[in-house]
Structure formats: structure tokens, C-alpha cells
């Protein structure tokens, strides 16, 4: 019989991850492209089913030894039909079938999911919140996305759409967000806002991971910076504890590389605005499985949606 594998995939903002996993889900091969150098819908699809292609090709494969493909896409998506509802940072995609597009073009089964989702299918199988029944995983990067496992098991809402943590408002009035809503938790701590703010501040370009390695070495500035990030991260959070009495908490994605500068002051604020009761006992924790949880989880949801 011959060898299986899956292709996942990991759509963002910033990057598309294209990965070859076997069944252990461990990465034998990925290719790294940048979103935002592939410019409409067509380049996109394009781009996604050449890499496909290539990577199938590269390792000497065939279309046979692929048990399928995972997507993990950044935003509202019909997880059951395959369409993508609309992508708050990428243009050209609303109401788009692009699990059908694929499978013709690619002549293999394709699975659609959001990308916070499947972050928090892979943390919860195999990573920080694997010990943990309700847990909401967030990532956090160009936009900020959540998934919630409840009862041990990925909570999807009524059409799909839940845990969209990055789109609760944290003010009446504040900054436009990407969804068309204003003051979204996303609108102050995606990363083109920090390092809009950092500019400001420093009256120059600085990159996150100079900001972190700033605040690293008590930077002022960059410690303000992290403080007030975390502090909006936590007040939303804190509802998001009274709302819905989680265990944990996981945090992912490029912002959350800034380590304990952001997660204590994450802590702090969840604590202080919090009702007692569901604060005392919740853990704010780091993810486990970094930049390839997302490749990870589309990995596990070929698997468990294959399965009879």
C-alpha cells in the first residue's frame, strides 16, 4: 500500500505556508510564499494549486500518496460547503466556493477551516491546551483570530463563525477594523497597528522583533508599547472568562513572540477585570506548536473529517 500523506496549508495576511506532513503529523517538506506579492483571487488560487503541485513533485510523490488538503484560511468560512465568506485582510474573496475551485483544478479532496480554528484543533490535540476542556486559542499577527474548544470540542456557532475574538469592540467609537466594524480589539493589537504606534513613538520604522528584544532589555518605550497591548488584550479577554468560564487561555502567532512582557501583562489585566470566581483559576499560556500549528491543525482536520 502505498505511503500517505496531506498536504496543509496556511493562509495569512502576511504568508501563505504550504507543507507536506506525514500521518504523525510531522512536516517533511514546506514552501513559504508572501500573500501579498500574489494580488487578486486568481494569483492566489493559482499560486496555491502550482505549489501543490510542486511540493507533490519535489518529493517524488504522486496525487495517490495524498490523503487530502487541510486550509487554513483567516476568516469567516462555511467549514461544511467550502466557501470563504469574506477575508477581512486579503481583497477579492467574498462569498467564494474555493473548495470547489480547488478540487477541480487539483483533482484531490480539499477541507476549508479558519485558520484560529485549526490552531486551536492542534493545541488542543497536541499542544498547550491538550490537558485543558475549555479553551479558547488565539492567534495573534496580521489579524487577531480565536478558536474555542468547549467541552473538548471545537465549537463551531451556528454557521461557523464563532470565536471571532479579534472583532469584539473594546470602545464605542475608535479606529476602523477590516471587518467594516470600528474599535475591534483587532483595529489596536493586529501587527500593522503596533508597528504604526512604535513608528510614532520612536519616529521611525522598528520591526516587532526589535520591539520585543527592546522591551527585553527595558526599553521605556518599548515596554509602554507591550504594557498598553496587553492590557487592551486582557480587558477583552476578561469578558470573553465571565462570558463563558474557560480553564485556559492559549496564545499564538508573531505578536505573542514578545513572551512574558505581553502574557504578564495579559495575566494582570484578565485578573483585575474579571469577575473572581472565573479568573481565579484560568491560565493565560504560550502556545506550543509556534509558527506550523495552523499547517498542524489542517493536517488533523484532513483525518478527522475523512473519518467515517
Not at 47 to 71: D, F, P, Q, R, T
Not at 84 to 93: A, D, E, S, T
Given at each position: 500500500m502505498a505511503k500517505k500523506f496531506i498536504i496543509g496549508i496556511d493562509l495569512g495576511g502576511t504568508n501563505l505556508k504550504i507543507a507536506l506532513l506525514d500521518l504523525k503529523y510531522k512536516i517533511?517538506?514546506?514552501?513559504?510564499?508572501?500573500?501579498?506579492?500574489?494580488?487578486?483571487?486568481?494569483?492566489?488560487?493559482?499560486?496555491?494549486?502550482?505549489?501543490?503541485?510542486?511540493?507533490?513533485?519535489?518529493?517524488?510523490?504522486?496525487?495517490?500518496?495524498?490523503?487530502?488538503?487541510?486550509?487554513?484560511?483567516?476568516?469567516?468560512?462555511?467549514?461544511?460547503?467550502?466557501?470563504?465568506?469574506?477575508?477581512?485582510?486579503?481583497?477579492?474573496?467574498?462569498?467564494?466556493?474555493?473548495?470547489?475551485?480547488?478540487?477541480?483544478?487539483?483533482?484531490?479532496?480539499?477541507?476549508?477551516?479558519?485558520?484560529?480554528?485549526?490552531?486551536?484543533?492542534?493545541?488542543?490535540?497536541?499542544?498547550?491546551?491538550?490537558?485543558?476542556?475549555?479553551v479558547l486559542c488565539l492567534t495573534l499577527g496580521t489579524g487577531v483570530g480565536g478558536g474555542l474548544i468547549i467541552g473538548g470540542r471545537l465549537y463551531r456557532g451556528f454557521n461557523n463563525a464563532s470565536a471571532e475574538v479579534g472583532h469584539i469592540p473594546l470602545n464605542e467609537k475608535g479606529p476602523a477594523c477590516n471587518c467594516g466594524g470600528s474599535a475591534c480589539l483587532e483595529a489596536y493589537i493586529g501587527n500593522n497597528r503596533i508597528t504604526k504606534y512604535a513608528r510614532r513613538l520612536f519616529k521611525r520604522g522598528i520591526s516587532l522583533e526589535e520591539l520585543s528584544a527592546k522591551a527585553k532589555n527595558n526599553d521605556t518605550l518599548a515596554l509602554r508599547i507591550w504594557h498598553r497591548i496587553g492590557e487592551q488584550l486582557g480587558?477583552?479577554?476578561?469578558?470573553?472568562?465571565n462570558l463563558l468560564n474557560l480553564d485556559a487561555i492559549v496564545i499564538g502567532g508573531g505578536v505573542a513572540n514578545a513572551g512574558p512582557v505581553l502574557f504578564d501583562k495579559v495575566s494582570q489585566a484578565l485578573k483585575e477585570r474579571a469577575m473572581s470566581v472565573q479568573s481565579k483559576h484560568v491560565k493565560v499560556l504560550q502556545a506550543a506548536l509556534g509558527s506550523n500549528a495552523g499547517l498542524i491543525g489542517a493536517a488533523i482536520a484532513v483525518r478527522e473529517r475523512m473519518r467515517p
Open positions: 517533511r517538506d514546506k514552501e513559504v510564499l508572501s500573500t501579498r506579492r500574489l494580488g487578486n483571487k486568481k494569483g492566489l488560487t493559482t499560486a496555491i494549486v502550482s505549489a501543490i503541485n510542486s511540493i507533490i513533485e519535489n518529493n517524488k510523490l504522486s496525487k495517490s500518496n495524498i490523503l487530502g488538503v487541510g486550509m487554513g484560511l483567516p476568516g469567516p468560512i462555511d467549514a461544511e460547503r467550502g466557501i470563504v465568506h469574506f477575508f477581512p485582510n486579503i481583497p477579492g474573496f467574498r462569498e467564494v466556493n474555493l473548495k470547489n475551485i480547488l478540487e477541480k483544478k487539483l483533482r484531490m479532496r480539499v477541507f476549508l477551516d479558519n485558520d484560529a480554528k485549526l490552531m486551536a484543533l492542534a493545541e488542543h490535540r497536541l499542544g498547550s491546551a491538550r490537558s485543558f476542556k475549555n480587558i477583552a479577554l476578561a469578558g470573553v472568562v
